[in-house]
T-cell receptor, first 113, second 112 residues
Framework: DGGITQSPKYLFRKEGQNVTLSCEQN?????MYWYRQDPGQGLRLIYY???????QKGDIAEGYSVSREKKESFPLTVTSAQKNPTAFYLC????????????FGPGTRLLVL | EDKVVQSPLSLVVHEGDTVTLNCSYE??????LLWYKQEKKAPTFLFML????IEKKSGRLSSILDKKELFSILNITATQTGDSAVYLC????????????FGTGTRLKVLA
């Protein structure tokens, strides 16, 4: 079955620690996106990538980093510079052609210890 | 600055009622508007609208776009408790790259 997988489902971060959230897709999609969702809020764009080895900052990129070394994978690192990382993180992808829906992964819930 | 605004923020109705959710937008390079339903997990796709005045319909849900007035509505008729969710509106924007701008969502609760 084609789709997007995210792992882990839940992640706990200690202060000063960097953590990496995984996002993998087997849809052969060119474009991938990371969003953050806080309780009662919509989705805010962290980073997005239209093609391998290229990515752009979204609206709230500070404290986060990404890489796009393979078409199928777009991992997100939450660095220690992100002071309030507790949120629900969603990864999405599209073919990149435009005028299409995004396919979403199941999400990772990050909690700070 | 591009933005998408949804109203109301929350809504409580009884089963059988009809609801209308609103989404207005100010986006420089509009490509499409999308509606999603979210129930404590990943959003699920409902509709994509690209042309003004053409209603999209799926069962009890329907949606229409007005590109002149820059808004869309999502109607749900004969609501059921299973319609309780957050409804998200997103606008696809194209300025060299494609990205999606989301509203804060409307939280709908349907009481039995």
């Amino acid at each position: 079955d084609g789709g997007i997988t995210q792992s882990p489902k839940y992640l706990f971060r200690k202060e000063g620690q960097n953590v990496t959230l995984s996002c993998e897709q087997n849809l052969n999609h060119d474009a991938m996106y990371w969003y953050r969702q806080d309780p009662g809020q919509g989705l805010r764009l962290i980073y997005y990538s239209q093609i391998v080895n290229d990515f752009q900052k979204g609206d709230i990129a500070e404290g986060y980093s990404v890489s796009r070394e393979k078409k199928e994978s777009f991992p997100l690192t939450v660095t220690s510079a992100q002071k309030n990382p507790t949120a629900f993180y969603l990864c999405a992808s599209t073919s990149g052609a435009g005028q299409e829906t995004q396919y979403f992964g199941p999400g990772t819930r990050l909690l700070v210890l | 600055e591009d933005k998408v605004v949804q109203s109301p923020l929350s809504l409580v109705v009884h089963e059988g009622d009809t609801v209308t959710l609103n989404c207005s937008y100010e986006v420089t390079n509009f490509r499409s508007l999308l509606w999603y339903k979210q129930e404590k997990k990943a959003p699920t796709f409902l509709f994509m609208l690209t042309s003004s005045g053409i209603e999209k319909k799926s069962g009890r849900l329907s949606s229409i776009l007005d590109k002149k007035e820059l808004f869309s509505i999502l109607n749900i008729t004969a609501t059921q408790t299973g319609d309780s969710a957050v409804y998200l509106c997103a606008v696809e924007e194209a300025s060299g790259t494609y990205k999606y701008i989301f509203g804060t969502g409307t939280r709908l609760k349907v009481l039995a």
